[in-house]
């Protein structure tokens, strides 16, 4: 049976009493830091062209999409390491920059007039790309979680 002080003891512990610890407060904050403020996401859509193209041990395509942009991504795995090759398309100008991102790296690459970039040698994990177009919000694609 419970009784009064029992549960007076249990609503004081549960209010406030038992401090959150310093390792979730700090990966909040962290979570928090990667936010792109008033920046237009860039969903994921099914890319029929590339399905069943390439074998499971080879590249993976992944494809987004808003109203005025794409992106296609091809993710390499080896050595335990991500390349990234993509092309953002229409091609998003001249003065643009794409953000390949990761919790812990960014690595800025300029499009070629084609809206091609690479990066290498990314650690696994979670990672999403940014595109900056002068005038323009920038326009990002949902984080994805790639494994070895």
Request: hydrophobic content about 40%; proline content about 9%; some cysteine.
């Amino acid at each position: 049976m419970i009784d009064d002080e029992y549960l007076l003891a249990a609503l004081r512990i549960a209010s406030g009493h038992d401090p959150i610890p310093a390792h979730v407060s700090a990966t909040a904050r962290d979570l928090y830091s990667l936010r792109l403020a008033h920046a237009v996401t860039a969903a994921p859509v099914q890319c029929a062209a590339t399905r069943g193209v390439r074998g499971a041990e080879g590249p993976r395509v992944v494809r987004f999409a808003t109203d005025d942009l794409l992106f296609d991504l091809e993710v390499t795995i080896g050595d335990g390491l991500i390349d990234l090759t993509g092309r953002v398309s229409p091609y998003p100008g001249q003065d643009s920059t794409v953000d390949i991102r990761t919790p812990h790296l960014t690595v800025t690459r300029i499009p070629a007039p084609g809206g091609q970039f690479a990066a290498t040698g990314l650690p696994p994990g979670w990672f999403s790309v940014v595109c900056h177009r002068p005038g323009h919000r920038p326009v990002a694609t949902r984080w994805v979680r790639i494994r070895p």
